[in-house]
């Protein structure tokens, strides 16, 4: 089993930044990506950003590419979400997502965190 336990969520003015990390712990090992979600009241739970354990390659939702930013710290077994420039459409729950085998960004992921709150004021 893996945990994910996500931090960093808050209220930000709308143009701010915020920074969300996910760390996880138990059996990593395996891990072969993590990644954030994020769902709204009312929507569905869609996608933001991926980043692969070795290669640090990342993926990133159109909604949020070149306002967020994906890294991972191996190390530390850590996930962070830097987010810029957010909107009025950016809040959500986030929540942090663990894939041992990752067959597309977008699903089949096997760990999921508790989630963490962004909301964004005008």
């Known amino acids: 089993q893996v945990q994910l336990v996500e931090s960093g969520g808050g209220l930000v003015q709308a143009g701010g930044s915020l920074r969300l990390s996910c760390a996880a712990s138990?059996?990593?090992?395996?891990?072969?990506?993590m990644g954030w979600f994020r769902q709204a009241p009312g929507k569905e739970r869609e996608f933001v950003a991926v980043v692969t354990w070795v290669s640090h390659v990342t993926v990133y939702a159109d909604s949020v590419k070149g306002r967020f930013t994906i890294s991972l710290d191996n190390a530390k077994n850590t996930v962070t979400l830097q987010m810029g420039s957010l909107k009025p459409e950016d809040p959500a729950v986030y929540y942090c997502?663990?894939?041992?085998?990752?067959?597309?960004?977008?699903?089949?992921?096997?760990?999921w965190g508790q989630g963490t709150q962004v909301t964004v004021s005008s």
């Open positions: 138990g059996r990593t090992f395996g891990v072969n990506a």
């Open positions: 997502a663990a894939a041992r085998v990752l067959t597309n960004p977008y699903s089949g992921y096997d760990y």
